[in-house]
């Protein structure tokens, strides 16, 4: 009878595990090749990063927040014109890509003027996934990374 029981809860904690795990049909979100070239006006900078999904439902981004800046607006580039945009959709399984030309953010009123070798923390923000923090490396204005982007 013990053994029965002992069995009976093994297979109950097991299952109560198995529904905490990720199943994939939610977002995982994370962040990869970020980086601000260092700003050459003092009140405005530009800043690059790839966000990562590697679960199984789209999110959105839904606004970025710095410290740093008295505000960040996300930005696309359509046709060679910047537009800026309430929200950009972060494919399940897939990638959305800030890039020099395409997707950026946009640091407006900076606190301080951003140099080489210090970093710049963000805060993303997503429709239904809990924010994410980044630290951002304050690159060369010519920097272009070799991979990520």
């Known amino acids: 009878m013990r053994r029965l029981a002992l069995a009976a809860v093994a297979v109950a904690g097991t299952l109560a595990?198995?529904?905490?795990?990720?199943d994939g049909s939610s977002?995982?979100?994370?962040?990869?090749?970020?980086?601000?070239?260092q700003p050459v006006s003092d009140s405005m900078?530009?800043?690059f990063l790839t966000i990562v999904n590697d679960g199984g439902t789209k999110d959105e981004l839904t606004s970025v927040t710095s410290a740093e800046a008295g505000a960040v607006t996300v930005h696309r580039t359509v046709g060679g014109a910047m537009?800026?945009?309430?929200?950009?959709?972060?494919?399940?399984?897939?990638?959305?890509?800030?890039?020099?030309g395409g997707n950026h953010l946009m640091f407006e009123k900076l606190k301080r003027q951003?140099?080489?070798?210090?970093?710049?923390?963000?805060?993303?923000?997503?429709?239904t996934s809990d924010p994410v923090r980044v630290t951002m490396p304050v690159?060369?204005?010519?920097?272009?990374?070799?991979t990520g982007h």
């Open 114 to 127: 951003p140099k080489q070798g210090q970093t710049v923390s963000v805060e993303l923000h997503f429709a």
């Open 27 to 37: 977002a995982a979100l994370s962040v990869v090749s970020a980086y601000m070239p």
């Open 139 to 146: 690159e060369p204005a010519t920097y272009t990374p070799k």
């Open 45 to 47: 900078a530009a800043g």
């Open 17 to 22: 595990l198995a529904g905490c795990g990720s």
């Open 83 to 100: 537009e800026q945009v309430d929200r950009l959709t972060v494919p399940a399984h897939g990638q959305l890509v800030f890039k020099s």
